[in-house]
């Protein structure tokens, strides 16, 4: 339980525990961005920048660390559950803002999960058992619900475990590597091999904006913040400390793709770092990593089911939904309306067939919400608070606005239309809230 001296005065009147330490949130963050999304991303930046895999990983990284500069500055400035759309309201001071942003947010992080459960439930699944996908998903959510219900802190846990797990099989990667040029084998010359015909710095921007996918993840962490302890303190170093980590890793493992593989068996392999160890010959079981798959996905949904509820439940807080997802359980302190609308929506979502495109659908999204928070950082310049907290240079928020307006016009434009139609309907679910609050207050105050 958390003691007089875990709440600092900028998280007094919280109604959640803090009970996470430093370690815990840099494994949470780490966890969230060594996703399962790396276990396939290498044959995709193939095709793009041949055997250069490093280099848009880096940009990417680069690009990522601006925007958490500014998500730094805000957490430890206002540390409250809900992220991106408190920093929103307080802003800008518009209440659709804010719910469009955590609408975003919601909308993100909830068909991550559904397309995380059907990837759980799919061939990796199919590997040990073979199960319907759809049942086998909606179990699988019902599961990382009842494990979010019972403790922010037994969450974390759970995923210090899952994220060693997740991070062995990338260290398997670049060992099994390693043995293979002591051997003297793979061919060094393929990591500065570029396409024909291509201009360098067109792919590599190309190519980074997929590699940024990988990275996007950190914002999941400051809707936890309402329950961090000193978060002025521990969550600026996780923050950078996880992002620099996985960055070196993503950059390792595509130096070791580039060498063992040449472009076109990456780009033709559907399990290119399955593909990658396979061809050292160092004889790593094919199942092991179907299982770390497994594991680096029930991860990603473990952490993003966190992120939504903790979303859903600050914008309740807020006002901005309905306060009935403002409740939470009286002995574990977790938000559980809001982990169960949420859990429930995501069960719904695993019924859409194209979950590429709401993949594309889900970055889209993000980098709005990413576009707001750099704004809120200068905006909130002149808002001062009485305890101490981190602070960017004011060009930092700056680079970062100007990365996500240059990622967006990456987007392809279906991209575009579903991503401005779930907005719609975010418009039309404001409108219909505010008509219920000012029925409420009308029956109210009429007697």
């Not at 595509?254 to 063992?260: E, K, P, Q, T, V």
């Not at 160092?282 to 798959?293: C, E, R, T």
């Not at 928070?373 to 928020?397: K, S, Y």
Request: charged letters at 10%.
């Amino acid at each position: 339980m958390a003691t007089a001296q875990d709440v600092r005065p900028e998280q007094q009147g919280s109604k959640l525990r803090q009970s996470i330490t430093g370690p815990l949130l840099y494994l949470f963050i780490l966890g969230d961005v060594l996703g399962a999304g790396v276990y396939a991303l290498m044959g995709v930046l193939a095709q793009e920048v041949g055997g250069a895999l490093w280099a848009p990983l880096a940009v990417a990284l680069l690009l990522a660390l601006l925007t958490a500069g500014s998500y730094a500055e805000l957490v430890t400035k206002y540390p409250r559950a809900g992220g991106a759309a408190i920093f929103a309201e307080r802003a800008f001071r518009n209440d659709l803002i804010a719910f469009l942003v955590g609408f975003s947010m919601l909308a993100a992080g909830v068909t991550s999960a559904a397309g995380l459960a059907l990837a759980f439930a799919g061939d990796y699944l199919g590997t040990f058992v073979d199960v319907p996908a759809v049942p086998a998903a909606v179990v699988f959510l019902a599961l990382v619900a009842a494990l979010n219900a019972r403790g922010i802190s037994e969450s974390l846990k759970s995923n210090v475990v899952m994220t060693v797990v997740e991070v062995s099989g990338l260290v398997i990667v670049i060992v099994t590597v390693a043995i293979l040029l002591g051997r003297g084998g793979g061919e060094v010359s393929r990591v500065t091999e570029l396409p024909a015909g291509v201009s360098p710095g067109a792919a590599v921007l190309g190519a980074a904006v997929i590699a940024y996918y990988s990275f996007v993840g950190f914002e999941t962490s400051a809707n936890v913040a309402e329950e961090v302890r000193e978060p002025s303190r521990v969550y600026p170093r996780a923050l950078f400390g996880a992002l620099l980590t996985a960055g070196v890793v993503y950059v390792l493992v595509g130096l070791a793709s580039a060498i063992a593989l040449p472009t076109q068996d990456l780009s033709a392999s559907s399990g290119p770092l399955l593909a990658v160890v396979a061809a050292t010959g160092v004889g790593v079981p094919g199942w092991v990593f179907s299982l770390i798959a497994l594991v680096a996905v029930a991860n990603g949904a473990l952490l993003t089911m966190i992120m939504a509820s903790r979303v859903t439940y600050g914008m309740a807080e807020q006002g901005l939904l309905p306060r009935v997802l403002g409740r939470v359980l009286p002995g574990r302190r977790t938000p559980w309306v809001a982990i169960v609308a949420t859990t429930v929506v995501a069960m719904l979502l695993t019924l859409v067939g194209d979950l590429s495109t709401l993949a594309s659908t889900v970055v889209l999204l993000l980098l709005f919400v990413f576009i707001s928070t750099n704004l809120a950082v200068l905006v909130l310049r002149r808002d001062r608070v009485e305890h101490r907290h981190f602070r960017v240079p004011a060009f930092v928020p700056v680079l970062g606005l100007a990365s996500c307006v240059l990622l967006l016009t990456q987007q392809e434009g279906r991209v575009w239309v579903y991503g401005l139609g779930l907005l719609l309907v975010g418009v039309v679910l404001y409108a219909l809230a505010r008509l219920t609050r000012r029925r409420s207050s009308a029956g109210t105050t009429a007697p």
